[in-house]
């Protein structure tokens, strides 16, 4: 018995318990980081969001609290199109939740969105990771930038309006469109 009481107030013993506590720590805050970025949006906020693609054609929203992102002076840029989702209509509160879960590793990043648009001739939503550019920028940095990324368009968070970068054009974007003043 008194080796036992020895070896467990060594200080080899202590450095072991305290590496197991770091490690157990650590993983908990992976967990609740992760969960922070799902968890912690209410059912309220994905109905909104969801509602939104229907009312005004698609949302930008900030994943760690779903707040969505309204009007304001910057361009909505999507930026990986390797984790780009096409959903046929507009996306449950699972299928959301589950693209933000899946791309939790990129939506820490406060500077990461989640954005969705959806094609009114297709009938298709798209979600995306987007990163908004502020107009002070300029259009040109927030284009270039789509092009880059193999965008088809870029959104005006502030004028409410898309706008068409050039890459790729689809065959049925390639007719004249008729403007009205």
């Given amino acids: 018995m008194p080796a036992l009481m020895k070896f467990l107030s060594?200080?080899?013993f202590l450095s072991i318990t305290l590496a197991l506590t770091l490690a157990t720590e650590a993983v908990a805050l992976e967990r609740r980081s992760i969960c922070g970025v799902v968890g912690s949006i209410p059912n309220r906020q994905y109905f909104r969001a969801i509602s939104q693609i229907e009312t005004q054609g698609g949302f930008t929203m900030y994943a760690q609290t779903g707040d969505l992102v309204e009007r304001g002076p910057y361009y909505a840029v999507a930026i990986r199109p390797d984790r780009n989702q096409l959903i046929r209509g507009k996306p449950s509160k699972k299928q959301l939740s589950s693209?933000?879960?899946k791309n939790a590793d990129l939506l820490r990043d406060p500077g990461f969105?989640?954005?969705a648009w959806n094609d009114k001739l297709?009938?298709?939503t798209e979600l995306d990771i987007v990163q908004l550019i502020p107009k002070s920028q300029g259009l040109h940095q927030a284009a270039r930038l789509g092009n880059r990324h193999r965008?088809?368009?870029?959104f005006d968070l502030e004028y409410d309006i898309e706008i068409r970068i050039g890459f790729p054009i689809m065959a049925h974007e390639s007719q004249p469109r008729k403007h009205t003043p």
């Fill in 10 to 12: 060594s200080k080899y």
């Fill in 99 to 101: 693209y933000i879960a």
């Fill in 113 to 115: 969105f989640v954005g």
């Fill in 122 to 124: 297709t009938g298709v």
């Fill in 151 to 154: 965008q088809r368009a870029i």
